[in-house]
């Protein structure tokens, strides 16, 4: 802003300090306390500070905010219906609400399979939602179909979807050269495995809604493709003779989306994946829709209609689960009774995995000079206590 005698620039800077902390780094823990503003980290020390404090965490556990890189929305909101909606905002504003108290402070925006014609709706609205991100909560765009396979197609149309149209990328990349993509991919579907080391160039590559077995998979990972879309769902069981991705993840040293509600994958699978992967690459993830939060019933969601009962949506008469509704601090919670793990541990899963496989590591999912000041503080249990978004308490 250029500013006249006639002009007032006023720019509110608010300083916190959060003391008596054990907070959590990628390799250890301390006592001490962080020093934020309402955009970094401008100091973290051990021991307590010689200035006011402006909150006792009394030795809770302090994290980066978690983040959800696999959402469609919820709470009303359905991130495909900004193609065609253009009466958005307040249905964005009460999932930002929602889903801060949640913890989560990031999020990919995540689409399901649709036409070529909405897809560049979406490309051509996604400034304007961004615009409407005050908190900076949205950091990319999730394009989890239509480069899927029928045979694991899940809740998603088969009839729109279609192998990888270059043409149709090439318009996503030149609408938003500098926002972070990701896809999923189908790499056996119409030999869509054979543009991938190109599509690396432009796009994070995601293997999911696939039947590919273990030697396409292997191929997959080693053109391009860092992560697995919600693991063990839409995809083809682990199979003892005849491999398949999931042998290949197990054998590989990609990161995996782990849907943790213990219904979409057993608490005992989840036990299972931690002790098979390690917390270095699993990837806690909501998939929640647009009916998270919301009463039991009936929806229809991005024409698909569904069936909520508590924490999970079904196709309609059907028991084909369409999408998960657990508040991600609960999934959270629950990957931590069920695997009993450590405070780096959970670090590692709700956020820092999630940022690593994106690139986004240097800001968000760690805690260091410079990185966003969005928190979260836990007890003992797990249990989510405070959070705090862009310095500022929730």
Known sequence: MKITNDTICICIIIFMIIANANIVF????????????????????????????DYDANGQYLLPAFFDSHTHGGYGMDFNMVAIDTNYRQKLAKYFKNINKEGVGSILMT???????????????????????????????????PYISRIRKGAHNE???????????????????????????????????????????????????????????????????????????????????????????INSNVYAELICDGAHVANEVILNTYKMLGS??????????????????????????????????????TTTIAGGNLPFNKQVENFGHVTKCSMIDILKVSSLNAAKSLK??????TLKKGANSSFV?????????????????I
Request: aromatic share 8%.
């Open 111 to 145: 689409t399901v399979t649709c036409s070529d014609k909405d897809l560049n709706n979406i490309a051509n609205n996604y400034l304007k939602i961004k615009d409407d991100d005050v908190n900076n909560v949205i950091k990319g765009w999730y394009i989890e179909g």
């Open 159 to 249: 009839k729109l979807i279609r192998p990888i149209d270059s043409k149709e990328l090439k318009k996503i990349k030149e609408t938003l050269p500098d926002i972070t993509k990701l896809l999923t991919i189908a790499p056996e579907y119409q030999n869509n495995y054979l543009k991938l080391n190109k599509l690396k160039q432009d796009f994070f590559l995601s293997i999911g809604h696939s039947d590919c077995n273990y030697q396409m998979s292997m191929h997959s990972f080693k053109t391009g493709a860092n992560r697995i879309t919600h693991m063990y769902n839409a995809m083809a069981n682990f199979d003892k003779r005849n491999p398949t991705l999931i042998n290949a993840i």
């Open 280 to 317: 270095d690459r699993i990837m806690i993830i909501s998939d929640s829709l647009l009916t998270k939060g919301l009463k039991d019933g009936k929806y229809i969601v991005w024409n698909t209609k569904v069936d909520k009962k508590g924490y999970l949506d079904y196709l309609i008469d």
């Open 377 to 393: 503080l836990l007890d003992n249990n797990y249990k989510l206590k405070v959070t705090f978004i862009n310095g500022r308490k």
């Open 360 to 365: 986004l590591n240097d800001k968000i999912g």
């Open 26 to 53: 990628e390799d250890k823990i301390i006592k001490g306390y962080i020093e934020f503003d309402n955009e970094k980290i401008i100091n973290i020390q051990q021991d307590s500070p010689n200035k006011k404090i």
